[in-house]
């Protein structure tokens, strides 16, 4: 719980971080990859920040080998409260209230999926199926990338209106979800004291390539996905869905059974289906900037 709640605060602070250093940087993009590392590598607060998610993933390491995913997941998800405060006081980010009320429910929806767990009777898995686990990966990866593209020719449209960053978070989150089933499974290498046999069955395995895959992509992606849109609505949307597709498909692909009982059955069921919802329905674009009102002239008075 400890690890958790650290990771939590390291990883929103990274990515305010990020942000913060971004928005002081020329316009980077995916296509001129080369330009933004140029760019980020120059800045000592985006350097901070990166260092700071960094740290977040050695915390996550030791999440994933104590607490099952679902659970795991939901206590990450917590950190969105912690990021929206530290957008609004250190980026000056508002949010309306329509993605107010969705962060709200989302946070609702993953406190169900904590709720439905059950201390003693969830299980921590340490291994999955390499043909399942890239049966999995594979695809979302793929459709993470075509995604993340086809918001890039769609913002590039002229006369359409600014785009809050749901699809770039969804894209994003897809990726990382990826890589948060191979963080996963690196961390059932590091359960054992032969080190050196242990590193050796690691790079046998998929996890270190997907995670240098996740990490590049993810990195250019999120990059520039974060330096054009709010750091307050394009995180939550991609916690939201590494968590979703953490918890549900690296149930799976891990063999952590779902809750038997009915309740706690509804419960998982019930949150995972809200948090889908919420992230449909939440705004596409931002309001247009309001069109300045010219200013009225007096009527003159007149002598009757």
């Known amino acids: 719980m400890a690890a958790a709640l650290l990771a939590n605060l390291l990883y929103s602070t990274g990515f305010v971080l990020e942000k913060r250093a971004l928005t002081a940087m020329p316009s980077v993009s995916v296509r001129n990859p080369a330009r933004l590392l ?22 996550q390491l030791a999440v994933y080998r104590t607490l099952p995913i679902a659970a795991a997941q939901g ?33 609702v929806a993953l406190l169900m999926v904590v709720l439905s767990l059950k201390e003693g009777s969830d299980t921590v898995s340490h291994s999955a199926p390499v043909p399942l686990v890239l049966t999995v990966c594979l695809p979302s990866l ?17 006369h359409r209106l600014p785009t809050t960053g749901v699809e770039y978070g969804v894209a994003v989150g897809l990726l990382y979800g990826v890589s948060s089933l191979a963080i996963k499974g690196v961390s059932s290498y ?47 949307v991609c916690t939201t869905v590494t968590s979703l597709f953490t918890a549900v498909l690296g149930t799976l692909a891990f063999g952590e059974a779902l809750p038997h009982e009915p309740v706690r059955l509804a419960l998982r069921i019930g949150g995972t289906a809200l948090a889908v919802s919420v992230l449909l ?13 010219p200013p009225t002239t007096p009527k003159e008075l007149t002598s009757g």
């Open 38 to 59: 140029r760019n980020v590598l120059g800045s000592p607060l985006w350097i901070g920040g990166s260092l700071a998610l960094a740290a977040g993933f050695g915390a």
């Open 281 to 293: 329905a939440m705004p596409k674009h931002d309001a247009p900037p309001a069109t300045p009102q």
């Open 75 to 107: 206590i990450f998800v917590s950190g969105l409260v912690l990021l929206l405060l530290l957008s609004s006081v250190l980026l000056g980010e508002r949010t309306s209230g329509r993605e107010r009320y969705a962060v709200a429910a989302i946070l």
């Open 190 to 236: 590091l359960t054992t004291d032969d080190l050196g046999s242990a590193v050796g069955q690691l790079f046998r395995s998929p996890y270190p390539y997907l995670l240098l895959f996740t990490g590049a992509f993810g990195l250019v992606m999120s990059q520039a996905a974060l330096q054009r849109c709010r750091a307050s609505l394009i995180v939550p």
């Open 142 to 158: 793929a459709a993470g990338v075509w995604l993340y593209g086809n918001a890039e020719r769609r913002s590039r449209h002229r």
